[in-house]
T-cell receptor
Framework: GAVVSQHPSRVICKSGTSVKIECRSLDFQATTMFWYRQFPKKSLMLMATSNEGSKATYEQGVEKDKFLINHASLTLSTLTVTSAHPEDSSFYIC?????????????FGPGTRLTVT | GESVGLHLPTLSVQEGDNSIINCAYSNSASDYFIWYKQESGKGPQFIIDIRSNMDKRQGQRVTVLLNKTVKHLSLQIAATQPGDSAVYFCAEGTYNQAGTALIFGKGTTLSVSS
């Protein structure tokens, strides 16, 4: 149990376009989902925390108008990178917590590789 | 700000050896600590966790040690195998209802040669 999926796994887009990444908890309801960003050979950096039905809380330095997060249901959160630029190219990882075997444990998705050309 | 960090960015061992990966943390208020394994192009995979009121916890081939006096966490992998090659991250968290974000350390790349 406690499986989290992400879609797409890889995406290439042109500069100036927007990209949506989905994060789903497949077998449990997640009250909270987290979005992380990871650069090559670097650690995971928290971007934002989202609770179902409320606005996301963004970490300092993360532009909320650029990285739109929607957590419309207990099993789905989306991250939309608006007007993407090459510097937005990164590995984006989501995690979900609140309804799995342990309510405190975070269950991570497989990540989405975004490349902006 | 407070963060979790790792002592060594890389560790190379021979197959069959025991591996020890270290992590120093600074937030004495953290309630639990987790070790994750991340293979290239994949999300973090849970290995083992330990609560702040414990000093040792064992799993299958892995042991986590917590020294709160010096704020040090370690992951010991017994009889390391080539499949253990990956980046290992420590992370710390606090109990605050459900859904408190984790703070990740910088990662140690473990390379196992056969």
């Amino acid at each position: 149990g406690a499986v989290v999926s992400q879609h797409p796994s890889r995406v290439i887009c042109k500069s100036g376009t927007s990209v949506k990444i989905e994060c789903r908890s497949l077998d449990f309801q997640a009250t909270t989902m987290f979005w992380y960003r990871q650069f090559p050979k670097k650690s995971l950096m928290l971007m934002a925390t989202s609770n179902e039905g409320s606005k996301a809380t963004y970490e300092q330095g993360v532009e909320k108008d650029k990285f739109l997060i929607n957590h419309a249901s207990l099993t789905l959160s989306t991250l939309t990178v608006t007007s993407a630029h090459p510097e937005d190219s990164s590995f984006y990882i989501c995690s979900a917590s609140g309804g799995g075997p342990s309510i405190y444990e975070q269950y991570f998705g497989p990540g989405t590789r975004l490349t902006v050309t | 700000g407070e963060s979790v960090g790792l002592h060594l960015p890389t560790l190379s061992v021979q197959e069959g050896d025991n591996s020890i990966i270290n992590c120093a943390y600074s937030n004495s208020a953290s309630d639990y600590f987790i070790w994750y394994k991340q293979e290239s192009g994949k999300g973090p995979q849970f290995i083992i966790d330990i609560r702040s009121n414990m000093d040792k916890r064992q799993g299958q081939r892995v042991t986590v040690l917590l020294n709160k006096t010096v704020k040090h966490l370690s992951l010991q992998i017994a009889a390391t195998q080539p499949g253990d090659s990956a980046v290992y991250f420590c992370a710390e968290g606090t109990y605050n209802q459900a859904g408190t974000a984790l703070i990740f350390g910088k990662g140690t790349t473990l390379s196992v040669s056969s």
